[in-house]
């Protein structure tokens, strides 16, 4: 396993209402992973409610990288990557990465990605993985994939500080990738690894559902969606692989 990455801190806790909102109390100076080995208020994308049983992991990244808004949020796709890579360092198989910021374990949801920016220049990125169980089935957003933990998946089990340990170099070597030679080569190593390119998508806007086929992502990590009227660029969305339940 690679060496904890030179000039990061970690913070270990046993409890805490969420990792995202303790870095950004903490706001320190040098890039600090904070994990929590239980949550109590813990939230995905829009908000929405994070389930987090004991066992599985949850860390936020907080760190002040250079670039303006748009640059920062390519670390979706470098926190995805990161997260392939020190999960198959550590024997996982059947992995792929679903746009914009999920990791699945075949085809189901194992890991979420929330990237956020509290303060200018400020930028957190909060991480759940289903390392031991994953949520209960009310607990999912109608039509989204379904759920998976490594452990049912696959008998691994590793604790939630061996996952940082794995992660933590991961992604400063896929950052460090990134800071150097630009989103193009993180963008073709995304693209190898994304579920279902060049299949039918569902994406819903906030003014609009999409169909489509999902043919690229470009160079903003913009998703691109043939669809019957034209490609659409799509910014920022909820990708579904299946029909979407009237509400």
Known sequence: ?????????????????????????????????????????????????????????????????????AEHALRSFTASLALHDALTELGAAGLSLKWP????????????????????????????????AAPPADAVEPGAVPPISLLEATGLRITPEAMLNALAPAFAAREAELTTWGFAPIRRAWLDRAARLGESITARLPTETLDGTFTDVDDAGHLILSTATGTRRISAGDVFFGPIPCS
């Open 1 to 69: 396993m690679r060496a904890w990455p030179q000039g990061t801190d970690r913070i270990i806790l046993p409890e805490i209402d969420s990792t995202s909102a303790e870095a950004a109390r903490l706001a320190p100076g040098a890039p600090t992973w904070v994990l929590a080995l239980r949550q109590t208020a813990a939230r995905g994308r829009r908000g929405r409610p994070w389930s987090m049983s004991e066992g599985n992991f949850a860390a936020s990244l907080v760190w002040r990288p250079d670039g303006d808004a």
């Open 101 to 132: 910021n999920d990791v699945l374990l075949e085809g189901r949801k194992l890991a979420g990605i929330l990237l956020e920016a509290p303060k200018p220049g400020l930028v957190i990125l909060g991480i759940g993985l289903n390392l031991t």
